[in-house]
Nanobody, 125 residues
Framework: QVQLVESGGGLVQAGDSLRLSCAAS????????MAWFRQSPGKEREIVAAIGRSATNTYYPDSMKGHFTISRDNAKRTVYLQMNNLKPEDTAVYYC??????????????????WGQGTQVTVSS
């Protein structure tokens, strides 16, 4: 019943920007922590950004800080990932994830229970 639907991926050139969207249904979105993960061939899945029930509570790996920005719009039940200055190494399938039982102070780097099907981002050089 939980559904997370990613969109916004595509083929872009290095230096371009994309904004990914994840539309959520079947969960109490406002009470869910949300995150974006990615996986590229030959690499492990990695978290790229997360946002708590409070939109001011965000998490980024050090390598992502200043590169990607996560945001949420509770009225639209949507989480976004703004990706600027894309590089070929950003090529991956990007997945939206939710933790629908998160507390306000929940850690953001793990605990995600629901997953979307992913959207492909390909960055050419």
């Amino acid at each position: 019943q939980v559904q997370l639907v990613e969109s916004g991926g595509g083929l872009v050139q290095a230096g371009d920007s994309l904004r990914l969207s994840c539309a959520a249904s079947g969960i109490n979105f406002a009470r869910s922590a949300m995150a974006w993960f990615r996986q590229s061939p030959g690499k492990e899945r990695e978290i790229v950004a997360a946002i708590g029930r409070s939109a001011t509570n965000t998490y980024y790996p050090d390598s992502m800080k200043g590169h990607f920005t996560i945001s949420r719009d509770n009225a639209k039940r949507t989480v976004y990932l703004q990706m600027n200055n894309l590089k070929p190494e950003d090529t991956a399938v990007y997945y939206c994830a939710a933790n629908p039982s998160a507390i306000l102070t929940a850690p953001l780097h793990y605990g995600y229970k629901n997953w979307g099907q992913g959207t492909q981002v390909t960055v050419s050089s």
